[in-house]
């Protein structure tokens, strides 16, 4: 836990040079516009400790599998977004001695996130070791409105003398990835290019052959006068630069302009792609910097208008809740189906930069609410295109007959991951996958999807489950032995409720889907029950109802709560305020076999099955549930505590959605787990937002219709959120007094507040009391 | 399952040469004494495929781990005994032609393990590339007398030509270990010499810094005649050879002898490490191959008068029996207490040559019955020294108090393995500790051990015990909760019923050795209550008490079997035969998570804990829990069918008795599990061994006393086997008719056949009518 983000509504602030902070602030003030991400290194040269961060999305390498054991299954490779080309640095010298800010004397630093704008802001004055000070400013983003395109501007004025001011503009590839498990370097160049006020260079992956080129063209203005460019070239093994050398009165300041464009064989043709990146560079430079920055800028704003959460009362929750939806709006955008979210998404690289079941527990209920459906679809229509993958994933592990098993971790739809109580027993991910579906529709009314990809993905899931299960004799019960939970503090348990839970409903969901594509698309319906070869081995409608009936969900007789999984209510069950103070978290102190033989539960696993058919339960239930489990948990993911403050919500305890959320909401701005260097939690920032969402505002969505149950928290004087649903979208301010309803588009709504039903016109405003 | 070994009972032969063969062959006739151990390679160069190997026993490298997901309380190293430095080499040219079996013409090939005289002989006729026929035949052992000696004598004969033969014999320390982490080389050169006819090279390995020097003296002789040696000298890095070029006749034979010393730093100062190993070679030249040779034969015919098994009317049998307990004994001999025994001894690198519970379980019952108690109280003692190491192992994983947990692969002390579901879970290697004392003093009769080293271990396992099960109030019975079992096709289970027994077992068995030493011996029971801080925190003898007689060992009530472990009874039990055809063996077909759900048990383990305390059980219970768990063990460990063997021996199962047995036997000379290649299964030998002495022949020790009840395979005509015993040594023949004892020492026993009490006289022989 840190306290060094100075608190504002709107801009992420360090004040002052921390060098012990820095690996912090570059994952912190990391900006990104969905292609692309960049940490918040330094532009000019910096000798300390540094984790430099640049990022390409969907480029990626296969990176050989690093494994103690193997095990028959286990995947080839982990794949990893890479670490890329380093686009923006700019080495600076004055009089010839290099600016490095872990050598000269630095004062009044300061680094901004200005988060309504999205752009990145450092001002400093260092003095360096032979006494020349020097103010600098740099201004940065990566603009939502040209996504291929980075842009700087570098300002240095001289404080006490006058001089000479080089800068050395440049691209680089000399690149690691600091998680490589072999030490590898994953790039190799391709081509360079480098005149005057200008430079390009290709390289590309090895294995995955994906090319990324970046170029950069430049200006140059003294005292804001454009300067003509006389740079000299560097060009040398996967790097290219210029030198630009300008000589700069005492108190006068010159601004380098640098204008990158990055471009991937996603998207550009190999044989082209380095002129294609040139000729965006320059289309920058011709727009300008001020153009740049205005369009960049009022797209944010834009955004902001559909997304925005104000808290009045409280500027560290209003700062923490703007900073993840920021950071949630720079990672994905989805505008292309073959992208997804990293669990740091640009901003680090651990974890890989791919794809978990985040993406549709936490990732997707954000994108559904806060912008248009699309971007929802765009996340399914990723796991769809996996579809085939994911049958040959579950056949490597022994399934038939078309059944899936999606990937723990994946960026292509094979997997990557391999610990085998995960990899092969953390199934309930498949559950995610066809919840989201359901999930999707149920926001968007989007029926047809189900036509269209949803049935074949839900097939395909339904029969991995009905070979999972076993049927008992004894148990008088199908029976799903050796999972693992969302709670991955058990290993290779048997009848996880959540599991069990997940795949009764997938069972019974398919069967719905199953009748209504085949009275709603029955040209559709033939074409999947053909591609499928449905039913034709057996009878698989109704073993799936033999199963969804049968399969094991006990509920414990003597507390009334659903049982984790078999023997879980045998555990020594101490509240985790029995662990020893210095020993949490636990993962950090005890041995694995310590923490799965405790009680301890990492990350909501009965309470998210709750949370997910939260309809399906009565308060009482849920209460119990919540009261039994909510002590033993010791949230230890990211992607916990969230689930734990929309349940505390929705059963009245204040205090405890309220602690839950600030764990959440400022996890990163405070470095709660002391690893946000590594990079931030992107995912869980989704989680966060639901928090004030589903959670404070009891947002749920219940057979397509909107409801709405705000409460208050008493630490705010009010807050708003804003939510898209069917076209419509409602600003919603919750005050002491009442709750204000303001439609702010042109398609009206029906839609139930505490229960009673309201209508809500388009552009119109309404006022409901507080409950 | 291959059949290319000749049968014979005295010898393993292999006729004509298949490069296909070669690397099985190198380590099935693999030559050692226990201090260092050869595989069967080649002296002269081979450019085929090979698995170089030369060991030098208790020299170990701290082989960084590799791991896949970091788990709390790994080892930061994997000890392996390192391959070392190459003695047994000659190139070989004719007149300049080298000879490479890779590229000759190869005929009349034999490799012959001479089992009663303990040599590795070959011979065969090469011709070469251009033409040039010759033959050779070479002799090779490590000796048991002078056991730093490894002695060569290598034989050339031009068949159709008269020339030049030029030998390069060699020492050479460019080796890798193939099972290497991270491909690095563990030996770095100290220093060398090399004059005519000696040459002497020491080693250090990197980290652990053993020194081991190796020298060789050489002589020549010509059709018998003596030669003077007039050999050119080659000296590089990690390198050092003679060149000794000699005219030949044709048919005239040329033989080189080369008297190898091979020194470790674990018996010879560093400072004058190359001059003892260079004086050892001199010395073995000095006494001349045939003495050497001969001192060496005897002493194995010696061996084999205390150990030998004998099968009249099946020579697969026979030769298979010998070559086990040749293998045993050529592993280990007890003369060292640092030493132990790896499961491939020294005869390849897997499993790194270091220890697992495979010693207690398994070797420790052969060397018990097979030669002097000392041999088997050096592997308790091993353990002993290991004591201060198991206490710290256990407490990395959050033990207290002096409770120690044995690592389950060690080579001093430390943990090494690092699977979470082993390395912290397959805990009854604790059990087999404690029980290795019983055992030992069963047998030998030495209670004085337990004051001595027994009871502070058996302390220590017992707190152990104490912390790692809890209580449950709704089981009403103390619980042991993740853990692995003997049978690794299930992880972190609960209440394996094995592991519950051996736990239950230790505390009593601590609790009547601690009365034993406090009676006995007073003075040192005091010395070890300050030690220990005994029952200082808690009353360890009552807690003891309480949990021995409150520990779950549930035996199911509607099959009347002991439940291996919480939920077994659930599964899915389908026996063996239900596997489909290739599929088998499943941990080569089904990935995991499949494997761990099945009902599939890969070695014996309710079985393993009736077989340890078979005393403590109705024939009828032994019965039903064999008829139910063997359909079930699919034996994917080659510890596990001796056990279910004896076990059906002791049923009168006598088809399914001899099944197993043949499977155990030749499982490396039939290479039965196509692995023959990476080395022998040394421990699992131990258990062959166990099938005959304890399976056929019903050997038992009971409070002290020597029981038999032979039985006789129907596929052989009789057999016999030696038991060393409280000082006698006592020679069992088994025929149709009877039971032939003799007692060949001069210690008199009583003992029991059949339940009928017998004394058998010093030098006298009894024979009893068979059962």
Same mark, same amino acid.
């Given at each position: 836990?840190?306290?060094?983000?100075?608190?504002?509504?709107?801009?992420?602030?360090?004040?002052?040079?921390?060098?012990?902070?820095?690996?912090?602030?570059?994952?912190?003030?990391?900006?990104?516009?969905?292609?692309?991400?960049?940490?918040?290194?330094?532009?000019?040269?910096?000798?300390?400790?540094?984790?430099?961060?640049?990022?390409?999305?969907?480029?990626?390498?296969?990176?050989?599998?690093?494994?103690?054991?193997?095990?028959?299954?286990?995947?080839?490779?982990?794949?990893?977004?890479?670490?890329?080309?380093?686009?923006?640095?700019?080495?600076?010298?004055? =009089? #010839?001695? +290099?600016?490095? *800010?872990?050598?000269?004397?630095?004062?009044?630093?300061?680094? !901004?996130? @200005?988060?309504? $704008?999205?752009?990145?802001?450092?001002?400093?004055?260092?003095?360096?070791?032979?006494?020349?000070?020097?103010?600098?400013?740099?201004?940065?983003?990566?603009?939502?409105?040209?996504?291929?395109?980075?842009?700087?501007?570098?300002?240095?004025?001289?404080?006490?003398?006058?001089?000479?001011?080089?800068?050395?503009?440049?691209?680089?590839?000399?690149?690691?990835?600091?998680?490589?498990?072999?030490?590898?370097?994953?790039?190799?160049?391709?081509?360079?290019?480098?005149?005057?006020?200008?430079?390009?260079?290709?390289?590309?992956?090895?294995?995955?052959?994906?090319?990324?080129?970046?170029?950069?063209?430049?200006?140059?203005?003294? =005292? #804001?006068? +454009?300067?003509? *460019?006389?740079?000299?070239?560097?060009?040398?093994?996967?790097? !290219?630069? @210029?030198?630009? $050398?300008?000589?700069?009165?005492?108190?006068?300041?010159?601004?380098?302009?640098?204008?990158?464009?990055?471009?991937?064989?996603?998207?550009?043709?190999?044989?082209?792609?380095?002129?294609?990146?040139?000729?965006?560079?320059?289309?920058?430079?011709?727009?300008?910097?001020?153009?740049?920055?205005?369009?960049?800028?009022?797209?944010?704003?834009?955004?902001?208008?559909?997304?925005?959460?104000?808290?009045?009362?409280?500027?560290?929750?209003?700062?923490?809740?703007?900073?993840?939806?920021?950071?949630?709006?720079?990672?994905?955008?989805?505008?292309?189906?073959?992208?997804?979210?990293?669990?740091?998404?640009?901003?680090?690289?651990?974890? #890989?930069?791919?794809?978990?079941?985040?993406?549709?527990?936490?990732?997707?209920?954000?994108?559904?609410?806060?912008?248009?459906?699309?971007?929802?679809?765009?996340?399914?229509?990723?796991?769809?295109?996996?579809?085939?993958?994911?049958?040959?994933?579950?056949?490597?592990?022994?399934?038939?007959?078309?059944?899936?098993?999606?990937?723990?971790?994946?960026?292509?739809?094979?997997?990557?991951?391999?610990?085998?109580?995960?990899?092969?027993?953390?199934?309930?991910?498949?559950?995610?996958?066809?919840?989201?579906?359901?999930?999707?529709?149920?926001?968007?009314?989007?029926?047809?999807?189900?036509?269209?990809?949803?049935?074949?993905?839900?097939?395909?899931?339904?029969?991995?489950?009905?070979?999972?299960?076993?049927?008992?004799?004894?148990?008088?019960?199908?029976?799903?032995?050796?999972?693992?939970?969302?709670?991955?503090?058990?290993?290779?348990?048997?009848?996880?409720?959540?599991?069990?839970?997940?795949?009764?409903?997938?069972?019974?969901?398919?069967?719905?889907?199953?009748?209504?594509?085949?009275?709603?698309?029955?040209?559709?319906?033939?074409?999947?029950?053909?591609?499928?070869?449905?039913?034709?081995?057996?009878?698989?409608?109704?073993?799936?109802?033999?199963?969804?009936?049968?399969?094991?969900?006990?509920?414990?007789?003597?507390?009334?709560?659903?049982?984790?999984?078999?023997?879980?209510?045998?555990?020594?069950?101490?509240?985790?305020?029995?662990?020893?103070?210095?020993?949490?978290?636990?993962?950090?102190?005890?041995?694995?076999?310590?923490?799965?033989?405790?009680?301890?539960?990492?990350?909501?696993?009965?309470?998210?099955?709750?949370?997910?058919?939260?309809?399906?339960?009565?308060?009482?239930?849920?209460?119990?549930?919540?009261?039994?489990?909510?002590?033993?948990?010791?949230?230890?993911?990211?992607?916990?505590?969230?689930?734990?403050?929309?349940?505390?919500?929705?059963?009245?305890?204040?205090?405890?959605?309220?602690?839950?959320?600030?764990?959440?909401?400022?996890?990163?701005?405070?470095?709660?787990?002391?690893?946000?260097?590594?990079?931030?939690?992107?995912?869980?920032?989704?989680?966060?937002?639901?928090?004030?969402?589903?959670?404070?505002?009891?947002?749920?969505?219940?057979?397509?219709?909107?409801?709405?149950?705000?409460?208050?928290?008493?630490?705010?004087?009010?807050?708003?959120?804003?939510?898209?649903?069917?076209?419509?979208?409602?600003?919603?301010?919750?005050?002491?007094?009442?709750?204000?309803?303001?439609?702010?588009?042109?398609?009206?709504?029906?839609?139930?507040?505490?229960?009673?039903?309201?209508?809500?016109?388009?552009?119109?405003?309404?006022?409901?009391?507080?409950?």
């Amino acid at each position: 836990m840190r306290d060094y983000i100075k608190k504002d509504p709107w801009n992420i602030i360090e004040e002052g040079f921390d060098p012990a902070l820095n690996r912090i602030s570059e994952s912190i003030f990391s900006i990104g516009n969905g292609k692309m991400g960049q940490r918040a290194n330094f532009e000019e040269k910096y000798s300390g400790s540094s984790l430099r961060g640049s990022y390409v999305a969907g480029v990626y390498y296969p990176d050989k599998t690093r494994v103690g054991w193997w095990k028959n299954g286990y995947p080839e490779y982990f794949a990893k977004v890479l670490n890329a080309v380093n686009w923006i640095g700019i080495d600076v010298h004055v =009089d #010839g001695e +290099e600016l490095d *800010l872990a050598t000269a004397k630095v004062e009044s630093f300061t680094r !901004v996130l @200005n988060m309504r $704008e999205g752009l990145l802001q450092r001002q400093f004055i260092a003095t360096l070791p032979s006494g020349k000070k020097i103010q600098v400013r740099s201004t940065r983003f990566t603009s939502i409105v040209d996504a291929d395109n980075g842009v700087i501007r570098y300002e240095v004025t001289p404080l006490n003398f006058s001089g000479s001011v080089r800068f050395t503009p440049l691209l680089d590839l000399n690149v690691f990835n600091q998680d490589s498990n072999y030490d590898e370097q994953f790039w190799i160049e391709v081509s360079r290019a480098v005149s005057n006020g200008k430079a390009a260079l290709t390289g590309e992956t090895k294995k995955t052959q994906f090319h990324v080129a970046a170029a950069f063209d430049l200006a140059l203005s003294l =005292d #804001g006068a +454009e300067q003509a *460019l006389q740079a000299e070239t560097m060009s040398q093994e996967k790097k !290219v630069a @210029n030198v630009v $050398e300008i000589q700069v009165a005492q108190d006068k300041t010159v601004s380098l302009f640098k204008f990158a464009a990055i471009v991937s064989s996603l998207y550009s043709d190999k044989t082209q792609i380095q002129s294609d990146a040139e000729k965006s560079a320059a289309a920058a430079r011709a727009k300008g910097f001020d153009t740049m920055l205005k369009e960049h800028s009022e797209a944010w704003v834009q955004k902001w208008a559909e997304c925005d959460i104000t808290i009045e009362g409280d500027v560290a929750a209003q700062q923490a809740i703007r900073f993840n939806i920021l950071q949630m709006n720079q990672t994905y955008t989805g505008e292309d189906e073959r992208l997804n979210i990293g669990p740091k998404g640009f901003t680090g690289e651990k974890y #890989g930069g791919v794809t978990y079941w985040d993406t549709e527990a936490y990732c997707l209920p954000f994108y559904l609410k806060t912008t248009d459906p699309k971007v929802a679809r765009q996340l399914l229509v990723y796991r769809y295109k996996h579809l085939q993958k994911a049958i040959e994933n579950a056949a490597k592990l022994g399934f038939k007959n078309g059944a899936a098993l999606y990937p723990m971790v994946t960026i292509n739809g094979e997997e990557c991951h391999n610990e085998w109580e995960i990899t092969f027993e953390e199934i309930h991910r498949n559950g995610a996958m066809s919840f989201a579906i359901y999930n999707y529709i149920n926001h968007t009314g989007d029926s047809a999807y189900l036509a269209e990809y949803g049935l074949e993905v839900l097939i395909a899931i339904s029969r991995f489950w009905r070979q999972r299960v076993q049927w008992s004799e004894r148990r008088n019960a199908y029976l799903m032995l050796g999972v693992t939970g969302p709670n991955e503090y058990e290993n290779n348990v048997n009848n996880n409720w959540y599991t069990n839970l997940m795949a009764q409903w997938t069972l019974n969901y398919t069967r719905e889907s199953l009748a209504y594509v085949q009275q709603q698309h029955p040209e559709r319906y033939a074409a999947i029950m053909a591609a499928t070869k449905f039913g034709e081995h057996e009878d698989e409608l109704s073993i799936w109802a033999d199963i969804a009936e049968k399969i094991a969900l006990p509920r414990d007789e003597q507390t009334g709560v659903f049982i984790q999984h078999d023997g879980y209510m045998e555990k020594d069950l101490q509240p985790m305020s029995a662990i020893p103070k210095g020993e949490y978290p636990i993962h950090k102190h005890w041995s694995w076999d310590r923490i799965l033989r405790s009680c301890y539960i990492k990350q909501a696993d009965v309470l998210q099955g709750i949370y997910t058919f939260e309809g399906n339960y009565d308060k009482e239930t849920i209460r119990k549930n919540f009261d039994f489990y909510e002590p033993l948990t010791v949230h230890e993911s990211s992607l916990s505590p969230c689930i734990h403050s929309i349940l505390a919500s929705s059963l009245g305890y204040e205090d405890l959605a309220y602690k839950f959320y600030l764990r959440t909401a400022r996890l990163d701005l405070d470095d709660y787990n002391h690893d946000t260097d590594d990079g931030l939690h992107i995912t869980s920032m989704a989680g966060t937002w639901m928090s004030v969402v589903e959670g404070f505002g009891g947002a749920r969505v219940k057979q397509g219709q909107l409801h709405l149950a705000p409460a208050l928290p008493k630490q705010w004087q009010s807050y708003s959120f804003r939510i898209c649903f069917r076209g419509a979208l409602i600003k919603v301010a919750v005050t002491e007094q009442a709750i204000i309803l303001e439609n702010e588009s042109d398609v009206g709504l029906n839609l139930s507040v505490y229960g009673s039903e309201k209508s809500l016109p388009a552009r119109q405003i309404l006022t409901v009391a507080r409950d």
